[in-house]
């Protein structure tokens, strides 16, 4: 008996120098400090941690309104300029959305070209092949719609092959081909049909043009100089290649190099 009470006595003392009475909740927060007379001071965990979160509250309360000052800033910014300039498309200073061609040019006319070479002539020569290829291209990169070319169009685009040729880049010990190259240049002229524009040569910007009328040509004017385009394809028979491949990777240059030609200028 004597034992249990002594038990229970000292554990009595121990909650009462914790500031606890028996059958209460136990206190959080720091542990109490001792005055010099020995005796443990509590000090209310509210109060203190009061003290401490507003040792700078208004570094808690600038944080949330700078951000929603800033969002809201940029909010108002994109609905005055969409408002303003909308049109399907964004604008970031000089880059925009907008595809990369003239957006009045609906059609374009592209008649066969003329081969002035004596190379692959005919039906199946490379003017026929060269004019399909450059079709396609159009069609399937540019929003413009190829029309016949005894049809009305915006615009129209016309070419001759200058020259064709195929050379040996090198030889077997046998002195068989190994390896060689074809070569195509074909002079190109895009014409406005509407303005009389010549859209091949190379333009002003807009910024820089000192009037409209830059790209227009003059009464009686001689035939505007055509832009050149030129392409090397390669071959090796070794690899069951034959001149046919080469001839086909020029008509696929060409007719990209054709397409990026018809882009609007920076």
Not at 78 to 104: I, K
Not at 202 to 223: H, I, T, Y
Request: net charge neutral.
């Amino acid at each position: 008996m004597v034992g249990q009470h002594s038990h229970a006595s000292g554990g009595q003392m121990a909650l009462a120098a914790q500031g606890c009475r028996p059958g209460a909740p136990p206190r959080t927060g720091p542990a109490p400090q001792a005055v010099a007379g020995g005796t443990p001071t509590a000090q209310p965990v509210g109060k203190r941690a009061g003290q401490l979160h507003s040792l700078n509250p208004e570094d808690h309360d600038m944080r949330p309104r700078f951000s929603l000052a800033l969002l809201a800033a940029l909010a108002g910014g994109l609905v005055l300029t969409g408002c303003q300039t909308w049109d399907g498309h964004l604008n970031l200073g000089r880059y925009t959305t907008r595809p990369n061609y003239e957006a009045s040019i609906r059609t374009v006319r592209v008649p066969v070209f003329k081969n002035n070479t004596q190379v692959y002539q005919g039906l199946n020569g490379v003017e026929n092949e060269l004019t399909l290829a450059i079709v396609r291209e159009i069609e399937s990169k540019t929003p413009f719609k190829v029309v016949p070319a005894n049809a009305d169009a915006d615009t129209e685009l016309s070419g001759t092959i200058v020259s064709y040729s195929k050379g040996i880049i090198n030889r077997n010990q046998l002195n068989e081909v190994r390896e060689a190259e074809t070569y195509l240049a074909v002079d190109v002229v895009w014409k406005d049909l509407r303005t009389g524009e010549i859209l091949s040569q190379p333009r002003r910007k807009d910024l820089d043009a000192p009037n409209a009328a830059f790209n227009l040509p003059e009464p009686g004017a001689p035939e505007p100089v055509p832009v050149r385009i030129t392409s090397t394809g390669s071959f090796i028979p070794e690899l069951g290649q034959s001149t046919s491949t080469a001839r086909q990777m020029n008509f696929d240059r060409i007719a990209g190099q054709v397409t990026r030609m018809m882009e609007k200028p920076w």
